[in-house]
């Protein structure tokens, strides 16, 4: 299975993550992480300071669905908060809202100690609508995050301030940032305190679960011995296949090459309400990247009447 295809904007002309070895002995650990990209990097980082971790990826670290990210980092989710409250109190949309802000100021904070070496930035954010159908639920987000006191400006079409078409949108002049992702991975990994227990090119191709703990066999044939196993290992959840826990879907990410002038106010996070929906930022040198929902992982022929003869 191919992860990631094609040649990753965030890996080209940077200072890449040192190299670790491959594991090539038995060990025992109260916790290993399969999964050395950006997910599996923060909690490395974390847990390390309290727990006897390890850190093992099959590949090189953050070189799989980390380096294609397009890292649009917002407290607001892919749902309005209308369409949350079916399933959702209102005081607990308003805690998730509030722990996504909490989480860009950890990074934030994790950046002014360890040094900007990822090119983090604070960003605001754009949401909006080119369908009058989607005006009502626009200012309906408006009216919720002014009521509990995030910041919301409600943009329309006559007082349009971006140099695209809409309907209505909410402008947020703070609740977002960027990063590249592999530098910041790589960021987290290199300033971890169990540097002696992150391991490379190291597969675990089977996890017996017994009684009490956990044994996960390399492709090498070296056991882990551990209590917990946290598997960060983005789409290939190919250790989780026995389980029926998650589908395949499709993502992607698009940059393009440089534009000349290209800007807009404040050069803010763009999200748009199409099923499925779509975002964009700018990066620093003035490219656009461009992603959206994932989709489900289904081949249609292109000619069904060829497929039909084969």
Not at 136 to 147: D, Q, T
Not at 237 to 242: E, G, V
Not at 261 to 281: F, G, T
Request: hydrophobic share 35%; net charge neutral; proline share 3%.
């Amino acid at each position: 299975m191919e992860y990631v295809k094609g040649q990753p904007y965030f890996c080209q002309d940077v200072e890449k993550i040192k190299q670790y070895p491959y594991l090539n002995e038995d060990i025992i650990y109260d916790i290993l992480i399969i999964g050395g990209g950006i997910d599996g990097a923060i909690l490395n980082f974390y847990l390390s300071q309290n727990y006897d971790v390890a850190l093992v990826d099959m590949s090189r670290f953050a070189r799989c669905c980390t380096s294609c990210a397009t890292v649009l980092l917002e407290y607001q989710l892919d749902d309005y908060a209308s369409d949350l409250l079916q399933y959702m109190t209102e005081q607990d949309i308003v805690d998730v809202y509030k722990m996504g802000l909490q989480s860009i100021e950890m990074i934030d904070q994790f950046i002014q100690k360890y040094g900007n070496h990822c090119h983090f930035r604070k960003a605001a954010s754009f949401m909006y609508t080119n369908s009058i159908f989607g005006v009502k639920a626009i200012e309906e987000e408006h009216v919720f995050r002014k009521k509990h006191g995030f910041k919301s400006q409600l943009i329309t079409k006559e007082n349009n301030i971006f140099p695209f078409a809409i309907q209505a949108g909410i402008y947020n002049s703070d609740g977002g940032a960027k990063f590249n992702p592999y530098l910041f991975a790589k960021q987290m990994i290199e300033n971890s305190t169990n540097q002696s227990r992150l391991f490379e090119n190291t597969k675990i191709i089977k996890i017996i679960e017994h009684e009490n703990y956990f044994e996960a066999l390399t492709n090498f044939g070296n056991v882990i011995k551990c209590n917990k196993i946290i598997l960060a290992t983005g789409f290939n959840f190919s250790l989780m296949r026995d389980k029926n826990l998650c589908e395949r879907d499709i993502s992607y990410t698009i940059v393009t090459k440089p534009i000349k002038n290209l800007s807009w106010k404040d050069n803010a996070l763009v999200q748009d309400d199409k099923s499925p929906y779509h975002y964009l930022r700018i990066l620093p040198d003035n490219r656009l990247i461009f992603g959206g929902e994932d989709t489900k992982f289904k081949l249609k022929p292109i000619n069904d009447k060829l497929a039909q003869k084969k």
